[in-house]
């Protein structure tokens, strides 16, 4: 039909006669004689054939790219915290009031690069891009640069709640906490004394005296109450023959007012270094200065016991020793005693007993046990 209408044209060109329109077949008649509808101008024609070629092309664009069936919009991603020092974007502005167009929007598949922000911390700051809609019409927001937002979000990142709430507790405990004085602690002159009298004990038992004997005095130094560092430094010096400096140290002891157990036991060493030292008057003088303390020792009132009957008085020795055996009555050495006072004084009878007692009990020395014999033949 293409070549039929070629030749209508052709004709119609040359103002061909009837004679050359003749020798075409009946069937085929001259466009002019055709009664068709008056055609449309050739711009409108023209916009409709490139309508119709943009949209086939469009068709078999989207054919090719889109799969037969629409794949589900994949939900948006959650949206990122963001931080209190970036403002959101102001609200968007409602467009004007247009008539939708005709064809479907057409909506771009996810990029990787979007697929990939999807999988970023939840501490990302880089803004996701805003979906376009017919409607509304989003305030484009500029992202910062990957240089810029890594120091921003390293500054901003938000501290994990139990980490404040341990940092609020160490804070408050600091502020609470009793302050702690680092000051040394110096020794007391009891604790000085002590630690003193514990080394001369052990110089003593290493066996060396006169170091022991430092130590003790040291003690004696800090604390005039120490009576054990006292006694032995006495025993000490008793030992090496030094009289005087032991008496010394023993008259010292007496005026120790605020310690009993100190006079105590320094008027007992005492007077026996006087008996030793054939002084048994000034033995005597000293002990019945200290009767008032000696009261409640057995010890002291059975030596006190002895001195009066050194001195021939019986009676008063008889007394003492009684006190002595009420205090300890398993006490061998006083019964023994009893006996030889009450005997002095001629009570021979009592003192028979007072033998028998103090046979009866352990612990007897030998001298004693001898007199015994003899008394009770």
Known sequence: MSVVNKMLRDLDARRAGENERAALPSAVTPLAARQAPPS????????VGVVAVLAVAGWMRWGNLSPATPPATPPAPAAAPVPASIQAPPP???????????????????????KNKS??????????????????????????SPAASAPLAAATKPEPLHAQGR??????????????DKQERLPTPAERAETEYRQGRE???AGHPDEAVAHYQAALAASPEQAAARQALAVLLIEARRWDAAEQVLREGLEVTAAPAVRMS?????????????????????MERQAASGEKSAEYQGFLAVLLNRAGRAHEAAERYQAATRLAPDEARWWAGLGIALDADGQNAAAREAYLKAKSLPGLPPELAQHIEQRLR
């Open 167 to 180: 940092r609020e507790t160490a804070g408050a405990a600091t502020a609470f906490a009793p302050r702690i």
């Open 203 to 205: 110089a003593q038992r």
């Open 92 to 114: 968007a502005e409602p467009a004007p009031a247009a008539m939708p167009q005709v064809m479907p929007p057409v909506v771009a598949l996810p990029s990787a690069a979007t």
């Open 119 to 144: 999988l970023q911390l939840d501490y990302d700051l880089t803004p996701s891009p805003p979906v376009s809609t017919p409607a509304t019409k989003a305030t484009a927001v500029t992202a910062p």
């Open 266 to 286: 320094s008027t007992l060493t005492l007077a026996r270094l006087l008996v030793e030292r054939n002084q048994s008057a000034a033995a005597l003088e000293v």
């Open 40 to 47: 449309p101008s050739p711009r409108w024609a023209a916009a």
